[in-house]
């Protein structure tokens, strides 16, 4: 018997196709019709295609499942709101800042983490930056007629501009694939440091989720410092058997990008649309608690999670009982249900009195001891915070 595709599979497929297909037709334009194509470089074109369609494919399904669909839904109608939107880019901006290129959610957390993914993050960067446009042909350098001390960038076909090969200029666009190197192999030995030494990372990590993005960045960068090393200094020898070994672990990595932690690369600047929805959610109407009437969280955020709750066959409703649905009970007023619950069904057993009287007021219950150490880290965890 056929087995029926779903229309997510089909859509995302297309997606998929539609995103590598428009990326091979930008690299036979920018490369003006592979006049300026290496063809020493097609197995890493065809890596790169693959990756571009796993990806698409990878993120178009994570998109249809219904918890982040709503998200990515309500977080683009809470960045175009009418009259906030001049806002709203602004503060775009600055979480791309803050929260993409800068990792402060990261740094903020533990300083040494953060640092190892600014290594790792802007050294993958600076090396795509670099290869890219030069496996695709967008980019090349050629010698200046006339004068063979001067290197021309050609980009997209069109002279872009002239510098002296033998300048600070020259020595550092040649060599920033070394410096993106550097960078990565410091920022994976961070992270080998923390994945042998840290309980907490130990007790859950695994081989492919954690070791092999390491292993595979590890490789990538240290093969590339040695065919560096072996034109520079060793005049070539082991060169071809470097540059093969170099290839292999490239074409493994672009191959790994979408069913690995890689992924979580893409999805990350998602997050922004999550912090344009909880933006909005503070000055809309808040949900209060139907069992001690305190406000916890925002009406719109409580009606979305029934939303998606239905949506995945969950539901919560409270059969007779005034607060209808269990999202309506703010977290503390939930713990005390279930030590209520408990304590009536220990009553009852023991054929005790009851523990509370119907139209007894119920106030919200407060944590007694919190803990030394333990409390909110800003103001988005003392939100949510619920002791």
Same mark, same amino acid.
Request: hydrophobic share 50%; proline share 5%.
């Given at each position: 018997m056929a087995r029926?595709?779903?229309?997510? @599979? /089909? #859509?995302?497929?297309? $997606? +998929?196709?539609?995103?590598a297909?428009?990326?091979g &037709?930008?690299? *036979?334009?920018?490369?003006?019709n592979?006049?300026?194509?290496?063809?020493?470089l097609?197995?890493?074109?065809?890596?790169?295609?693959?990756?571009?369609?796993?990806?698409?494919?990878?993120?178009?399904?994570?998109?249809?499942?219904?918890?982040t669909?709503?998200?990515?839904r309500?977080?683009?109608?809470?960045?175009?709101?009418?009259?906030?939107?001049?806002?709203?880019?602004?503060?775009?901006?600055?979480r791309?800042?803050?929260?993409?290129?800068?990792?402060?959610?990261? @740094? /903020? #957390?533990?300083?040494? $983490? +953060?640092?190892?993914?600014?290594?790792?993050?802007? &050294?993958?960067? *600076?090396?795509?930056?670099?290869?890219?446009?030069?496996?695709?042909g967008?980019?090349?350098?050629?010698?200046?007629?006339g004068?063979?001390?001067?290197?021309?960038?050609?980009?997209?076909?069109?002279?872009?501009?002239?510098?002296?090969?033998?300048?600070?200029?020259?020595?550092?666009?040649?060599?920033?694939?070394?410096?993106a190197?550097?960078?990565?192999i410091a920022?994976?030995?961070?992270?080998?440091?923390?994945?042998?030494?840290?309980?907490?990372?130990?007790?859950?990590? /695994?081989?492919?989720?954690?070791?092999?993005?390491?292993?595979?960045?590890?490789?990538?960068?240290v093969?590339?410092?040695?065919?560096?090393?072996?034109?520079?200094?060793?005049k070539?020898?082991?060169?071809?058997?470097?540059s093969?070994v170099?290839?292999?672990?490239?074409?493994?990595?672009?191959?790994?990008?979408?069913?690995?932690?890689?992924?979580?690369?893409f999805?990350?600047?998602?997050?922004?649309?999550?912090?344009?929805?909880?933006?909005?959610g503070r000055v809309?109407?808040?949900?209060?608690?139907?069992?001690?009437?305190?406000?916890?969280?925002?009406?719109?955020?409580?009606?979305d999670?029934i939303?998606?709750?239905?949506?995945?066959?969950?539901?919560?409703?409270?059969?007779?009982?005034?607060?209808?649905?269990?999202?309506?009970?703010?977290?503390?007023?939930?713990?005390?249900?279930?030590?209520t619950?408990?304590?009536?069904l220990?009553?009852n057993?023991?054929?005790?009195?009851?523990?509370?009287?119907?139209?007894?007021p119920?106030?919200?219950?407060?944590?007694?001891?919190r803990?030394?150490?333990?409390?909110?880290?800003?103001?988005?965890?003392?939100?949510?915070?619920?002791?």
């Amino acid at each position: 018997m056929a087995r029926t595709v779903s229309p997510e @599979v /089909r #859509r995302s497929t297309v $997606r +998929g196709l539609v995103a590598a297909g428009g990326l091979g &037709g930008l690299i *036979l334009v920018g490369s003006r019709n592979l006049s300026h194509f290496d063809a020493a470089l097609v197995a890493y074109t065809f890596a790169i295609l693959f990756a571009t369609f796993g990806l698409t494919y990878r993120y178009s399904m994570w998109l249809s499942r219904p918890p982040t669909a709503l998200y990515w839904r309500r977080g683009w109608q809470a960045f175009w709101r009418r009259g906030a939107r001049v806002q709203n880019a602004r503060f775009w901006l600055w979480r791309v800042a803050k929260d993409v290129l800068a990792n402060r959610f990261i @740094v /903020r #957390r533990d300083r040494l $983490r +953060g640092w190892t993914h600014l290594l790792i993050m802007w &050294g993958c960067l *600076l090396a795509v930056a670099i290869t890219f446009p030069l496996v695709f042909g967008w980019l090349h350098f050629s010698p200046v007629a006339g004068d063979l001390a001067l290197y021309e960038a050609v980009v997209f076909g069109f002279p872009a501009f002239r510098f002296p090969h033998a300048s600070a200029v020259g020595f550092f666009l040649f060599h920033g694939l070394v410096w993106a190197s550097l960078l990565v192999i410091a920022g994976v030995m961070l992270a080998m440091r923390r994945r042998m030494r840290e309980e907490g990372a130990v007790a859950v990590q /695994r081989f492919a989720e954690d070791f092999m993005p390491l292993i595979l960045l590890f490789t990538v960068s240290v093969t590339g410092l040695m065919l560096t090393a072996s034109y520079t200094w060793m005049k070539g020898f082991g060169y071809t058997f470097i540059s093969i070994v170099h290839a292999v672990t490239v074409i493994a990595t672009f191959i790994w990008l979408p069913f690995g932690k890689f992924f979580h690369i893409f999805q990350r600047p998602a997050q922004l649309g999550v912090g344009f929805y909880k933006d909005r959610g503070r000055v809309e109407e808040p949900a209060h608690c139907r069992r001690c009437g305190h406000a916890f969280s925002s009406r719109m955020h409580v009606l979305d999670l029934i939303e998606v709750e239905r949506q995945l066959g969950y539901r919560y409703e409270l059969a007779q009982d005034p607060a209808e649905h269990y999202q309506w009970v703010c977290p503390p007023c939930r713990r005390a249900a279930f030590a209520t619950a408990q304590g009536l069904l220990w009553q009852n057993r023991r054929g005790g009195a009851p523990l509370a009287h119907a139209g007894q007021p119920l106030p919200m219950p407060v944590h007694v001891n919190r803990g030394l150490g333990e409390g909110p880290l800003g103001a988005e965890d003392s939100e949510n915070f619920h002791p």
